[in-house]
């Protein structure tokens, strides 16, 4: 079991997560932290797996990252038919991944099974995936296969990692450990089997039913406040002097409250009621809130830390740079009209 101290030395200037670091992920099926444990994943509730992904990410946010969004794509074991679930997370190593977009298509066959062809980007922690997860628009004979409704069908598939070419082509200022790549499908055959709709499920668990967004907006924002933290860290061995015990302090309440929120929804779902979509605004928003609140504090503090804090080679510009490369994501970037510019909250 390597210690925080030896993770964050082999992780700084990274481009890679080690060997040594992804065995200690593998042999503690940290990957598989909402994999449930009948399939042999570690079946985690939904707080406690949110504390340990702030700790993640407040070693390491290239690791903490990488850690929420593969362990989150492994929570497809629950759109899977239990025998494919079974067969697949038996192994310890087994780590989905992939992409949100919809990039290519799925040709059906005569079989039944399914011809992927595409190009997806921003599969987090692709040198790490035993299997990639895709979307893409189901056809037969060249033309879109439509629902009743007239509309084209998005079907998401699973394949090996051997069926898939990555594209290393992540060129931003932070989160270079992440594996962050795109990744090219040509003419893979897919079984039905290996089909999945994201929102039906063969397990019988509360956390199937935590909407899409509230985990998404959950899962991520423990991911800023850990390295929010981590920073702060950094912050105080170059200026002991600067007195961080009010963002400290911020942090513990944003997480708490952030757990509060975990265990409610929970709670709610345990006794089959459904989550509002005012709950689920309410949860957006105060995510919202808190990413800029503390990209601004952040920001307040890094330009009172002196030149050094500007080394490449320095862990708090390492921080620096993934926690504002990770705001970059789509969750909780603020919508802005063209001219528009936003106004931080103090």
């Known amino acids: 079991m390597l210690t925080v101290s030896e993770i964050r030395r082999k992780m700084l200037g990274a481009t890679k997560v080690s060997d040594s670091i992804i065995n200690c992920i593998h ?17 985690y509730r939904f707080g406690e797996g949110l504390s340990l992904l702030f700790e993640w990410a407040k070693t390491n946010g290239s690791l903490g990252w990488m850690l929420t969004l593969c362990a989150g794509a492994n929570f497809f074991s ?41 190009l997806w980007h921003f599969a987090t ?36 990692k051997n069926d898939a070419e990555v594209i290393p082509n992540w060129k931003s200022m932070g ?23 994201y929102d039906e499920f063969f397990t019988n668990d509360a956390l199937d039913r935590i909407p899409f967004r509230i985990f998404a907006d959950l899962t991520l924002l423990v991911n800023y406040l850990g ?7 950094e912050a105080n061995v170059i200026r002991p002097n600067l007195n961080l015990d009010p963002f400290h302090n911020l942090i ?5 409250k952030t757990l509060s929120f975990a265990d409610d929804i929970e709670f709610t779902l345990n006794n089959s009621k459904l989550i509002s979509s005012e709950k689920q605004s309410e949860i957006h928003q105060f995510g919202t ?9 952040i920001l307040q503090i890094y330009i009172q830390l002196g030149i050094k804090a500007t080394h490449t080679d320095s862990a708090i510009y390492q921080i620096f740079s993934d926690f504002f490369t990770a705001t970059m994501h789509s969750n909780f970037r603020p919508a802005l009209e063209d001219g528009e510019f936003p106004v931080l909250n103090g």
């Open 227 to 233: 390295m929010a933290s981590h920073f702060l860290e």
């Open 78 to 118: 629950r759109n899977l038919k239990p025998t494919i679930a079974k067969e697949l997370f038996s192994n310890s190593k087994t780590c989905f991944g992939g992409s949100g977009m919809i990039g290519g298509t799925a040709e059906k066959q005569d079989d039944g099974t399914y011809l992927i062809n595409g």
């Open 252 to 256: 513990k309440e944003k997480l708490q």
């Open 289 to 297: 809130f808190v990413v800029e609140d503390l990209s601004h504090k």
């Open 125 to 160: 922690g692709a040198p790490h995936l035993s299997h990639f997860t895709l979307n893409a628009k189901l056809t037969e004979n060249g033309l879109p296969i439509l629902n009743e409704n007239g509309e084209e069908i998005i079907r998401s598939f699973i394949i090996s």
């Open 175 to 197: 989160m270079k450990a992440t594996g962050t790549y795109s990744f090219k499908v040509n003419n893979v055959k897919v079984s039905e089997d290996n089909s999945f709709i």
């Open 27 to 43: 042999e503690q099926r940290l990957l598989q932290v909402w994999v449930p444990k009948i399939y042999g994943g570690l079946g």
